[in-house]
Nanobody, 119 residues
Framework: QIQLVESGGGSVQAGGSLRLSCTAP????????IYWYRQAAGKQREWVAA?????????ADSVKGRFTISKDRTDAKDTVYLQMHSLKPEDTAMYSC???????????WGQGTQVTVSS
């Protein structure tokens, strides 16, 4: 299990911005992609964005052009950010980050961070 910790959620008005963070142990991003998912109340979990170990990114159509995923490394940890602009009420959800289960990476989930967008 890889310890993933999300932060940065909150309540904003429509049109606002938030930046979510997903911290992981140092060097996690050498072998693991990081995915952001979200789940709104009463709805199925939805994939939002991904960044691979080589920096390639991909986005769900619903957030393309508004969300940007990026990564950073300090001496102590790896961090993946999800910068969210032009937020809409339909972006309201619990956002979680995940590492995929691959030969070089253990599947793990963070605890999530809540984003609420009011109209």
């Amino acid at each position: 299990q890889i310890q993933l910790v999300e932060s940065g959620g909150g309540s904003v008005q429509a049109g606002g911005s938030l930046r979510l963070s997903c911290t992981a142990p140092l060097f996690t991003l050498n072998t693991c992609a990081i995915y952001w998912y979200r789940q709104a109340a009463g709805k199925q979990r939805e994939w939002v964005a991904a960044i691979t170990f080589d920096g390639s990114t991909n986005y769900a159509d619903s957030v393309k052009g508004r969300f940007t995923i990026s990564k950073d490394r300090t001496d102590a940890k790896d961090t993946v950010y999800l910068q969210m602009h032009s937020l809409k009420p339909e972006d309201t959800a619990m956002y979680s980050c995940k590492t995929p289960g691959t030969r070089r990476c253990v599947e793990s989930w963070g605890q999530g961070t809540q984003v609420t967008v009011s109209s």
